[in-house]
């Protein structure tokens, strides 16, 4: 086995600017997060796993959320919605109800391709190039429901890896990326931690531990791999950052009070994470 993994799960914007707070939190208590033999990134994760190989701090990441920078608006509609949790949750095998999902999402009247990319293109911050430090980028193919990843080693830039990651069904459009369409990487399981399965040392920060649907949580996932032996710390958030977070994660207005429930609760668990970190390095 491997060394350390950083997984960053999804979250929306809401939930993207918690994580945010977490890995800040933990930077700046001696946690080094940026030091990971390779990060692992799924939606929100995705935008910010690329940014931090780039080399942006953890710090710089909290002060531009409790900033409001880089703002996403999603079009979230209660009809859209409605369709969401209909496909998702339409059937109780995991296959199928991701597969109802894609379908539903190649269906979708929303905007261009053109209008998602342009956006993450702006959240990346010029971050237009794959990182010489190993990162891997998780999108479902929107035909096959298939989880995939995509590296340096892929033909997909690592913008369109990365819009692909954050498609959100029935949301944004499917992104093209070598010769086939994707929708979000969480579309089965938020946070991807069995990509991971390889390290002995997995640090996971998960904003939404479960996904829509028949899906194995974060939790679950963390539980299996513990059992095989590896360590693992995940951080999902605690009463306080959820009440911070509130339900609507597409929220601008509560992102810098979820980044601050993220710093603190980091904090909080430092002492913790560093034991595990730490001993993998």
């Known amino acids: 086995m491997r060394g350390t993994a950083l997984v960053l799960g999804g979250g929306g914007p809401v939930g993207g600017a918690w994580m945010a707070g977490v890995l800040a939190g933990l930077a700046e208590t001696g946690v080094d997060v940026t030091g990971a033999d390779v990060v692992i990134g799924t939606s929100a994760g995705a935008i910010f796993g690329a940014r931090l190989t780039a080399g942006e701090t953890p710090r710089e990441l909290y002060e531009r959320q409790l900033a ?6 999603l079009r979230v509609t209660a009809a859209r919605t409605a369709r969401f949790l209909w496909a998702a949750l339409g059937s109780r095998d995991p296959q199928r109800s991701v597969q109802r999902l894609a379908r539903a ?3 979708a009247r929303t905007g261009p391709e053109s209008e998602l990319l342009d956006a993450v293109g702006t ?3 010029g971050a237009r190039d794959w990182p010489e430090q190993a990162l891997r980028i998780t999108a479902v193919d929107a035909v096959t429901g298939s989880l995939e990843t995509f590296d340096a080693d892929t033909r997909a830039t690592l913008l369109e890896a990365v819009a692909a990651s954050c498609a959100v069904p029935l949301v944004c459009p499917p992104v093209t990326a070598v010769g086939r369409r994707w929708i979000d990487g969480g579309s089965r399981t938020t946070t991807n931690l069995q990509l991971a399965a390889d390290h002995r040392h997995i640090l996971a920060v ?3 531990p479960s996904a829509v649907g028949p899906h194995p949580s974060a939790t679950r996932q963390a539980a299996r791999l513990a059992a095989q032996g590896t360590e693992i710390t ?7 950052a959820r009440r911070a977070m509130g339900r609507d994660l597409t929220a601008d207005a509560r992102r810098p009070a979820a980044a601050r ?3 603190a609760q980091a904090t909080a668990l430092a002492h913790t994470v560093d034991a595990v970190w730490r001993t993998g390095r």
């Open 261 to 263: 429930a993220g710093h």
């Open 234 to 240: 995940l951080v999902t958030p605690d009463r306080a």
């Open 105 to 107: 999402a190649l269906r």
């Open 68 to 73: 409001r920078a880089d703002s996403i608006h």
């Open 206 to 208: 998960s904003p939404i």
């Open 123 to 125: 959240l990346l911050r």
